[in-house]
């Protein structure tokens, strides 16, 4: 298999080439190590795992030499984002502060994929602390992530590295964290699938470990599968969780929910792209239910801000305390790199959310999550369907940021606040949400579509996602 076979492959096809030898553990870890490499410029990965990467393939390959039964995810690299713990490999956050860290061990998620024989072929970068969604980080070992499909524009963010880089074929699939968008805007802008599994209100419907992880908000946070099919990011999954792989769902018959308030406001190039893939679904026989939910966005507004900017005053002093950091919060502050991460790090030191949090958490979070729980019982649908952002990735910004865009030629927004428009509900009621490609802008650039679904209903979403992904198809290649 010559190296454009291999940089084809995804996850469950590199697995699948392994295990009956049509592909040796070390010739492909060569092979991406040398892609990375190649691609350096695109500043996606803060740190390359050759030497143990290459270790685990040559083992990996020996078990199968000897005749000995391989995991699932045999000879399986991966990129996992640098804020998820790596033993014996650094992890920064993508802040200077941290950025001599080397845990003792790796964190719970990726444990269980090592366990399976994955492999990690190095750490993604990020928006600094991931607090922000362009991944236009000033770190200096960190640099601006790029676009595979666009090198001036952004990745998406935080876990844009690793989006990137499945977009890139540096790895077939990699681990990313969301809180607020950071799984699914990267998955969106990169033309790959990402799923954020169910946290609902903590403890057995948080789906997945969120220790070894630096965190934002224990409410919010959670590690989630990438890949470029949806096949990929179940299989993740299904090893993360010991559960069963699925199968696709039947389409025809499927009640969907396509509320008009995620729909409206949208760039005009996401309304024609989204706008496609919604006949196509209908035409696969998707019924399409257009009830609204109205006042959605300003329950989340309520919500997600005073949790995201309060709670790490609680979860990260743990974390440094945990890991035996020896370090405090004030001095992460103090050696941001990122001009919009300082200003909003020095927000949550100040603790400028203390007053809003009880009410955030108490009265308008319980009312968010009834609102949407109330919708799917009434309505009687499966999941909601809309466009993961309502714009196209904005252009990096070197100077600061990329904290500003322009939307059809208007002037300046927010990026973050209008890239997250659509993301932010689907957190502040902690359940899943799966994103799939939905076709291409006419300059190029991919245009997601999210799939959201009630706590718990993460394998039903999987299965929804892999007949619709049969409809709407993969994203191409990027052309680099």
Same mark, same amino acid.
């Given at each position: 298999m010559d190296c454009e076979e291999q940089l084809a492959l995804t996850a469950t096809e590199a697995v699948a080439a392994i295990r009956t030898g049509r592909l040796s553990a070390v010739a492909y870890v060569r092979t991406l190590l040398a892609r990375a490499e190649a691609l350096a410029d695109l500043h996606l990965v803060i740190t390359l795992n050759r030497e143990g990467a290459l270790a685990a393939a040559v083992e990996i390959d020996a078990a199968r030499g000897a005749g000995r039964q391989l995991g699932p995810?045999?000879?399986?690299?991966?990129?996992?984002?640098?804020?998820?713990?790596?033993?014996?490999? /650094?992890?920064?956050g993508g802040t200077p502060a941290l950025g001599g860290f080397v845990p003792g061990d790796d964190a719970p998620v990726l444990r269980r994929l090592l366990a399976a024989g994955a492999i990690v072929l190095g750490k993604a970068n990020l928006h600094e602390l991931a607090l922000g969604i362009t991944n236009t980080n000033f770190s200096p070992f960190a640099g601006f992530a790029k676009n595979p499909y666009g090198i001036d524009r952004i990745p998406g963010g935080s876990s844009g590295g690793t989006a990137a880089s499945i977009a890139a074929r540096i790895v077939p699939a990699g681990l990313g964290t969301d809180t607020g968008a950071s799984v699914r805007l990267p998955a969106a802008f990169n033309g790959i699938v990402g799923? #954020?599994?169910?946290?609902?209100?903590? %403890?057995?419907?948080? #789906?997945?470990?969120?220790?070894?992880?630096?965190?934002?908000?224990?409410?919010?946070?959670?590690?989630?599968?990438? %890949? /470029?099919?949806?096949?990929?990011?179940?299989?993740?999954?299904? @090893?993360?969780?010991?559960?069963?792989?699925?199968? +696709?769902?039947?389409?025809?018959?499927?009640?969907? $929910?396509?509320?008009?308030?995620?729909?409206?406001?949208? *760039?005009?190039?996401?309304?024609? @792209?989204?706008?496609?893939?919604? /006949?196509?679904?209908?035409?696969? $026989?998707?019924?399409?239910?257009?009830?609204?939910? +109205?006042?959605?966005?300003? /329950?989340?507004?309520?919500?997600?801000?005073?949790?995201?900017?309060?709670? +790490?005053?609680?979860?990260?002093?743990?974390?440094?305390?945990?890991?035996?950091? %020896?370090?405090?919060?004030?001095?992460?502050?103090?050696?941001?790199?990122?001009?919009?991460?300082?200003?909003?790090? *020095?927000?949550?030191?100040?603790?400028?959310?203390?007053?809003?949090?009880?009410?955030?958490?108490?009265?308008?979070r319980p009312q968010i999550q009834q609102l949407v729980g109330g919708y799917f019982v009434e309505q009687g649908v499966d999941a909601l369907l809309f466009p993961t952002a309502p714009v196209l990735p904005a252009p990096i910004d070197p100077v600061h940021g990329s904290g500003t865009m322009s939307v059809d030629g208007g002037p300046p927004v927010d990026t973050f606040i209008t890239s997250v428009r659509n993301t932010a509900? %689907?957190?502040?009621?902690?359940?899943?949400?799966?994103?799939?490609?939905? $076709?291409?802008? $006419?300059?190029?650039?991919?245009?997601?579509?999210?799939?959201?679904?009630?706590v718990g209903s993460d394998r039903r979403l999987l299965a929804i996602g892999m007949a619709m992904e049969q409809v709407l198809g993969r994203a191409p290649a990027p052309q680099i």
């Open positions: 995810l045999a000879g399986l690299p991966l990129l996992v984002k640098d804020n998820i713990n790596t033993r014996g490999l /650094r992890t920064t799923l #954020r599994p169910s946290v609902g209100n903590g %403890g057995p419907e948080r #789906r997945y470990s969120d220790h070894g992880v630096l965190p934002l908000s224990h409410t919010l946070d959670t590690v989630g599968p990438m %890949g /470029r099919t949806v096949a990929d990011v179940a299989l993740l999954d299904a @090893v993360v969780t010991g559960t069963n792989f699925v199968r +696709p769902a039947r389409l025809e018959g499927l009640r969907i $929910g396509v509320p008009p308030v995620l729909w409206n406001g949208l *760039q005009m190039a996401v309304g024609e @792209v989204a706008g496609a893939a919604k /006949r196509r679904l209908a035409e696969a $026989g998707v019924e399409l239910v257009e009830v609204d939910m +109205p006042d959605l966005l300003d /329950r989340a507004n309520q919500v997600i801000f005073p949790i995201a900017l309060h709670e +790490p005053n609680i979860d990260m002093p743990r974390y440094l305390q945990e890991n035996g950091l %020896g370090l405090t919060m004030q001095d992460i502050a103090a050696e941001v790199a990122s001009p919009d991460v300082r200003n909003l790090f *020095q927000n949550v030191v100040d603790d400028v959310m203390a007053g809003a949090y009880p009410d955030a958490m108490n009265v308008y509900p %689907g957190s502040c009621v902690g359940m899943p949400g799966l994103v799939l490609p939905g $076709g291409m802008s $006419g300059e190029g650039l991919p245009v997601g579509l999210s799939l959201e679904g009630p």
